[in-house]
């Protein structure tokens, strides 16, 4: 397992390959992959008319990454934050890049437009097996441990304080095995929940030291 950055590129290798669950924009659902890709890109990358799914598809294919679950991220992502956490048997990676200009309150949404799309990045490894149901509550813990960390942050905007921006994705990664609950309650609930909230927390503080500094993030 190991987490390398080659502008504008950061790729997390699981170690082997795993069951991976998430809503990236390249290879979303449940799937079996090797790596979670970032890639970085500029409003210029972007223009209205692309096709983003095939532009992604394509430069993965030139990378020889096609078989990887891959985001998309403004954030420059040599700020990406590496937690790791442990609880008993269980051990949690998490890899998160974090920006927040596109911050939302849940259940509100602020009008984005002509800005970038930093938002919040995290992919989590952990190590014991789990079943397709415990692998899906672990997204459930790692999507919790987000919110708290922009939360704990305190990023106001009109509509309230902020808990995440309008494109997180989060995917989450586990050897195929007989674990059954990953709640709160469990080793491997508790090991997501401090890697995930520890790596954004992280993230979202040096993104907001950076803004108010005048820093581009």
Known sequence: MSVRLALPWLDFDLGAEMQVLSFAPHRPGAVSARRILWRQVRNDDLPETLDVSDWLARELIARDA???????????????????????????TAVATVGLSNAERVGARVSRAGQDWGTINVAVRVNRGLTPVALLETITIAAQARTAAVLDVGLRLPTGMATGTGTDCLAVAAPDGGVAYAGLHTEIGEAIGRACYDAVRAGARDWVEMRRRGTPA
């Open 66 to 92: 096609s078989d990887a679950v891959c985001f998309l991220t403004s954030r420059h992502i040599a700020a990406h934050v590496v937690r790791e956490a442990a609880c008993g048997a269980a051990r949690a």
